[in-house]
């Protein structure tokens, strides 16, 4: 079983950073592969990051390519989402997501366990 909190979300202006962490408890977060989803009001959830077990692959939406980063540190648990250049179009509530194996993926139905998700909003 894992568990994951995230947190990091915010108010901010478009062209500022954020960078959003989700904690993961379990003993299995260092074999999962992490992935970042974000779903805004009258909206499908989308994909925007996932990152394999070792941090050694990484995968974007093309929305988000170039300005979103995400990173994994095992030792501490932690999956993190850089943002970049923030667009009012990046305003949605983010939610961390894991899965059982280590490959990565940008589906969501493929992810075993969700956080509760953190809002984040980008004023123009």
């Known amino acids: 079983q894992v568990q994951l909190v995230e947190s990091g979300g915010g108010l901010v202006q478009a062209g500022n950073s954020l960078r959003l962490s989700c904690a993961a408890s379990?003993?299995?977060?260092?074999?999962?592969?992490m992935g970042w989803f974000r779903q805004a009001p009258g909206k499908e959830r989308e994909f925007v990051a996932t990152?394999?077990?070792?941090?050694?692959?990484?995968y974007y939406a093309d929305s988000v390519k170039g300005r979103f980063t995400i990173s994994r540190d095992n030792a501490k648990n932690t999956v993190y989402l850089q943002m970049n250049t923030l667009k009012p179009e990046d305003t949605a509530n983010y939610y961390c997501a894991a899965r059982r194996t280590s490959v990565p993926s940008s589906r969501a139905h493929e992810y075993d366990y969700w956080g509760q998700g953190t809002q984040v909003t980008v004023s123009s």
């Open positions: 379990g003993r299995t977060f260092s074999s999962s592969a």
């Open positions: 990152i394999d077990w070792s941090g050694g692959r990484t």
